[in-house]
């Protein structure tokens, strides 16, 4: 469990103990699950991101894909939380920031700045791409040769 409060006007996430404050500016926000996604008070922001899941976040208007798993705490008025989804999706963008991930015996078709492309196999990340479209995957043309 975690007690998120303010001090003195600074926000902070308590763990588990005995904690004294001698502050006349003291709030008490909540107590909350330790494992739950996201939590905040203020301007700090914490992210526990299981193993295979990828949160999305912006901060500083930059978007950004974390797939490191654990707990990620960020202080900051511009942190926007936009969510967590699994590391098997096939697309996800939060601002510039997009990743694809194209399956085994498949291609992704994408347009990036007006340009079509097709990606193969396996995770394919961006970060500073603008105009990207994701146009769907397709099964992987196969060819043979007979002579």
């Known amino acids: 469990m975690l007690a998120l ?10 763990e588990v103990g005995v904690h ?17 996604h996201y939590l ?23 978007g950004q894909l974390i797939e490191k798993p654990g707990v990620h705490v960020f202080d ?18 939060v601002g510039e920031a997009a990743r694809v991930l194209v399956t ?13 492309q097709q990606l193969p196999p396996g995770v394919h990340e961006f970060t500073e791409t603008q105009n990207l479209e994701y146009q769907g995957s397709r099964a992987q043309s196969q060819s043979c040769v007979i002579s």
Do not use: C, W
Not at 5 to 14: A, R
Not at 28 to 36: G, I, N, P, R
Not at 56 to 62: A, E, S, V
């Open 5 to 14: 409060v303010s001090v003195e006007g600074h926000p902070l996430m308590l």
């Open 20 to 36: 004294n404050f001698d502050a006349a500016r003291f709030s008490f926000k909540e107590m909350a699950d330790s494992t739950s």
């Open 40 to 62: 905040f008070i203020g301007s700090l922001h914490r992210i526990y991101l299981p193993a295979g899941s990828i949160a999305l976040i912006q901060d500083g208007g930059r």
């Open 76 to 93: 900051s008025t511009t942190f926007e939380f936009k969510g967590i989804k699994p590391a098997t999706t096939p697309f996800m963008q």
């Open 104 to 116: 085994a015996g498949t291609v992704a078709n994408i347009n990036i700045g007006g340009v079509p």
